[in-house]
């Protein structure tokens, strides 16, 4: 596992509000490379790194499929399972958005990730099942 940075507060922040307005996009802003995304203002590591190529759902799906699914690519990029009670700002939560399993990231009391506008937030009890400590 990586650790924080020492300015991780202030990166995630401004790479937060960088995407406020930013739509959903495959490979760039899809909630995998959103999530990683936030791994790496934290962290400053990628854990994406070489697997940011997809460009439709089609493509995303092969690749997902190829790694286990949404839950298996973030066991094999992120830290360890932990209970999403126990999340803490940055970490990584899976819960679900338009019917489909959606990788979220903690802001404290919410959960925060990429969609068709722009970002969405959704309560702390979104996320009920699975999370990842991200750094």
Do not use: Y
Not at 4 to 25: H, K, M, T, V, Y
Not at 32 to 50: K, L, M, R, Y
Not at 79 to 98: C, F, M, N, S, T
Request: hydrophobic content about 45%.
């Amino acid at each position: 596992m990586t650790a924080r940075l020492n300015d991780w507060q202030s990166r995630l922040g401004a790479l937060l509000a960088a995407r406020r307005d930013e739509p959903f996009a495959w490979g760039t802003n899809d909630c995998c490379t959103f999530a990683c995304d936030c791994v790496q203002a934290i962290s400053g590591h990628d854990p994406a790194e070489g697997l940011r190529a997809h460009r439709t759902a089609e493509e995303a799906t092969k690749v997902l499929q190829g790694i286990g699914g949404v839950a298996g690519a973030a066991d094999g990029l992120l830290g360890p399972r932990i209970a999403p009670a126990l999340a803490q700002v940055g970490d990584i939560g899976l819960g679900l958005l338009d019917g489909r399993e959606t990788l979220l990231v903690c802001v404290g009391d919410a959960w925060v990730g990429p969609g068709g506008a722009g970002t969405i937030r959704l309560p702390f009890d979104a996320v009920t099942d699975t999370a990842w400590r991200a750094f």
